[in-house]
């Protein structure tokens, strides 16, 4: 399988630049600075995003399973108890690459934010930042990570008074429904800060200043 192209390097220190005159700088700003916006916000990440999501949801659903099975159900049976071990196990074989592709997705975008910062600090071009300061993929992630938060504040307080109960469930369902609102939180909230960051540097870009801190 092919390896991912790099990230677009950070800007040469100044006493290093060497571009023949201004529109050769500005278009290799350009150029840098779309490819980072679109490795932060682009279909690709987004498909991560809600892949990684899904993922957690599936690893988490079997280590849930796993302790529903340990506090609320009676292991009264080898076979019961093999069950519950395999489900544990598969779980946590999910949810372990999962928490690392998340974790190495936070970093890269760090990174990248990083150099947009640099490259948008270098000058001014307001038509060519026309197309980083596009409002609809700030709009998408902000929308679709608010319906997230949503959705797992829902969870966490109105679904286990639902199903927990003395004929219902017990400490393994509410265990299960937390991680789960959880998981729905964390995502929501780095989509959040995704979007925020993307409106950040449109301000930075549509007049107020440009700001390589």
Request: glycine fraction near 10%.
């Amino acid at each position: 399988m092919a390896r991912r192209t790099p990230l677009p390097p950070p800007p040469p220190p100044a006493e290093l630049r060497s571009w023949p005159d201004r529109e050769t700088l500005l278009a290799d700003r350009a150029r840098a600075m779309a490819e980072l916006t679109k490795r932060q916000l682009g279909r690709r990440r987004l498909t991560f995003f809600l892949l990684f999501l899904v993922l957690a949801h599936l690893g988490w659903g079997l280590v849930g399973g796993a302790l529903i099975g340990i506090f609320d159900d009676e292991l009264s049976d080898p076979l019961t108890m093999i069950s519950v071990t395999v489900m544990a196990a598969l779980g946590t074989a999910v949810l372990i690459p999962t928490v690392w592709g998340v974790a190495h997705g936070l970093r890269s975008d760090v990174l990248c934010r990083e150099r947009l910062a640099q490259w948008a600090g270098l000058d001014r071009d307001a038509a060519r930042d026309r197309a980083v300061r596009e409002p609809w993929l700030g709009i998408l992630w902000a929308v679709l990570s608010f319906a997230l938060c949503a959705f797992g504040l829902w969870v966490s307080f109105a679904v286990p008074n639902m199903v927990v109960g003395p004929t219902r469930g017990g400490y393994g369902t509410v265990a299960y429904f937390m991680g789960a609102a959880l998981v729905l939180w964390v995502h929501g909230l780095i989509g959040l800060t995704k979007a925020y960051a993307h409106y950040r540097l449109a301000v930075r870009l549509g007049g107020l200043g440009v700001s390589g801190k």
